[in-house]
């Protein structure tokens, strides 16, 4: 091949990096432009690794040469692409979106500061592609800590008190997060000598340093992706960010968190064969998936029925593991219904806080009771809105049904009813809460109501994501396909049914 | 042996009572310091790992990521108090309601005896 695969994977990390520091140091235009360009090779470029991974397999780089138990091992295999095109393909509508959103309305002071928003994305971006290439594990608990000191700014980018509050709220349980993590790092390398995954994976054993290990990254990740009982963070921080920002943190940081999960649990902790954690964290998740949805029924501002359905939809990804430890075919179900939902829930959760942002940069507002008649004041939104609604609800033909369909079947192949009731039970509460604000919508409006005139930047970036998250579901066949490449579903196949 | 053991239980004990801090203070310059323990803990675990090397030199990796580990600390502590002075800073300016993270009066008595802040 002429362009190898590897060119890729350096451009991935070095045009988002390089565009940060040259958005630093140009004046204003010129610098949305870099971020603008930025987001525009982004996609293509992590569509060629995908095409790379798909033709010649799992690919891999070695940073300056070194061999992986001394240097950083970058990796690519057909989960790294599936997340690295899903982060270029939201990173890319938020970015536009966040150039109209923090336009040239706002005053001279304030627009310093959201000016900052640039470079401190295209860093974030950096860590996020990063976190995805990684091969080991201190370097993904780099760029995790990466991702989560950028999206800490970002929240508190606008500079006002709400937004610095909800910073201040994120920061502590964030930071220490990660140290839950480092601390299993740390367990792990006194265990295993090593920091690769791959070649950790070789050594692992149910020593009690590894189960130890295990205990305190999964406890880390649990607080970081917000499942049930350390979720409480997460409906105030997501949603009293920017809107641009919420869709960034609900729609990828969030997936970043369940992504290590599934890194280290299939590359090293599927091997040990006791199977109380998974019941654990199927438990978990199932009441994250009904908390969360009940939780979104009772709010009253649009955000936080959104920011609580992130809540909901983060408690599917968990079934994963008691799904899959049934092993067999099952397992294949669950690991591709599973990724395939955290696809589904970035694309269309960051398309509905795209929608809500735009609405709310209209209407000076979110809460739910002054909404009444938005969808004929404002048809093009409410559209994007409720087609993002229907993946997260999980009806055909969006990407959210065929992500259900999947973990349904493993429930039911596996016998597992309990949770084939969760999965089903979840995708009704997402109805009501969702149809709950349609109905408010869709009412008439009052007679003094204007139309809102939504800006186009505002409202395309959603509405591409909207689109995105059906077709998702209707050509589903090319991302599986991609899914398969790599030594992560032969580790689930593994497991004796 | 038996002293990297020593260490190393003691990093433990020291994350674990970060972590009860964490969790325990609402007053934000106390959770930057239970996260600063947290940190603290895990590093003098990582290097107490690096004594354990058979070899007459100390294990050089987890010394790289101890370094590495305070890097990120330092920022994520600048980043915190950098915030508790703007949220202070917004909310005389903007005359919003009293603040409900934490229930020190003012910014001079920050690290002072209140108590109401637990």
Redesign the interface.
Same mark, same amino acid.
């Given at each position: 091949m002429i362009f190898p695969g590897e060119h890729f994977i350096v451009m991935l990390l070095a045009l988002p990096l390089s565009a940060a520091i040259l958005n630093l140091l140009l004046p204003r235009r010129p610098a949305s432009a870099v971020l603008l360009l930025a987001a525009v090779v982004l996609p293509p470029t992590a569509a060629g690794l995908g095409a790379a991974v798909l033709s010649g397999g799992t690919i891999s780089y070695q940073m300056g040469d070194w061999a992986a138990p001394l240097g950083i091992r970058l990796h690519a295999d057909g989960l790294s692409a599936l997340m690295l095109g899903l982060a270029s393909v939201i990173g890319c509508a938020i970015s536009f979106y966040a150039t109209s959103y923090f336009g040239d309305e706002s005053a001279p002071a304030d627009r310093r500061r959201t000016d900052m928003f640039q470079p401190v994305w295209l860093i974030g971006w950096t860590g996020l592609n990063g976190l995805f290439l990684s091969g080991d594990i201190f370097n993904l608990y780099v760029c995790l800590e990466i991702l989560t000191l950028t999206s800490i700014c970002l929240i508190a980018v606008a500079g006002t008190h709400a937004s610095v509050r909800a910073a201040l709220r994120y920061l502590p349980v964030a930071i220490g997060g990660s140290l839950f993590y480092l601390l299993g790092v740390a367990l792990l390398y006194g265990a295993g000598g090593v920091l690769d995954l791959e070649l950790l994976a070789d050594r692992a054993s149910h020593a009690p340093p590894f189960l130890a290990a295990f205990a305190f990254m999964v406890t880390g990740l649990l607080i970081k992706a917000a499942l049930f009982p350390v979720h409480y963070w997460l409906p105030p921080a997501h949603a009293n960010a920017p809107a641009p920002v919420s869709a960034l943190l609900s729609g990828l940081v969030v997936t970043a968190a369940f992504y290590i999960l599934l890194r280290i649990s299939s590359g090293l902790f599927v091997h040990l064969e006791t199977l109380r954690w998974a019941e654990l964290l199927g438990v978990l998740g199932s009441i994250s998936v009904l908390w969360g949805g009940l939780q979104a029924l009772r709010q009253d501002r649009l955000k936080m029925v959104v920011a609580y359905s992130t809540v909901s939809q983060v408690g599917y990804g968990f079934l994963l593991f008691p799904l899959a430890l049934a092993g067999g075919a099952a397992a294949e179900y669950a690991w591709n219904g599973a990724v395939y939902f955290a696809m589904a829930h970035a694309v269309a959760k960051a398309a509905a806080f795209l929608a809500v942002g735009a609405l709310m940069h209209q209407m000076g507002h979110d809460r739910l009771h002054e909404m009444e008649g938005a969808a004929w004041r404002s048809p093009f939104i409410l559209m994007s809105f409720a087609m993002a609604a229907l993946s997260l609800m999980g009806l055909p033909p969006s990407a959210g049904f065929v992500a259900k369909w999947m973990m349904l079947k493993a429930a039911l192949l596996s016998g597992q009813w309990g949770y084939a009731m969760v999965i089903v039970g979840g995708g009704v509460l997402a109805m009501a809460y969702l149809f709950r604000v349609l109905e408010i919508a869709m009412r008439t409006p009052p007679e003094d109501a204007p139309p809102l005139h939504v800006p186009r930047g505002l409202a395309v970036p959603g509405m591409v994501l909207s689109v995105a998250a059906v077709l998702l579901g209707i050509f589903s066949d090319l991302p599986l396909r991609l899914l398969q490449v790599g030594p992560v579903i032969a580790q689930w196949g593994r497991i004796a049914p | 042996m038996t002293t990297a053991a020593l260490y190393?239980s003691t990093g433990l004990v020291v *994350?674990v009572l &970060? @972590?009860f801090g #964490?969790f325990w203070h609402s007053n934000?310059v106390r !959770?930057?310091l /239970?996260?600063n323990f947290?940190?603290a &803990?895990?590093f003098l *675990?990582?290097v107490a790992?690096g004594r !354990?090397s058979p070899a007459p030199f100390p294990d050089p990796? %987890?010394h790289a $990521?101890v370094l590495? &580990?305070i890097v990120? @600390?330092v /920022?994520?502590t600048a #980043? #915190?108090l950098v $915030?508790?002075c !703007?949220?202070h800073e @917004?909310?005389e300016s903007?005359s919003?309601p009293p %603040?409900p $993270?934490r229930e020190g009066k003012n910014d001079a008595n920050d690290e002072g005896p209140e108590d109401n802040a637990t």
């Open positions: - | 190393l *994350f &970060g @972590t #964490l934000l !959770r930057a /239970s996260l947290m940190a &803990g895990v *675990f990582l790992l !354990r990796i %987890p $990521l590495t &580990g990120v @600390t /920022s994520a #980043l #915190l $915030l508790v !703007r949220y @917004t909310a903007e919003a %603040p $993270l």
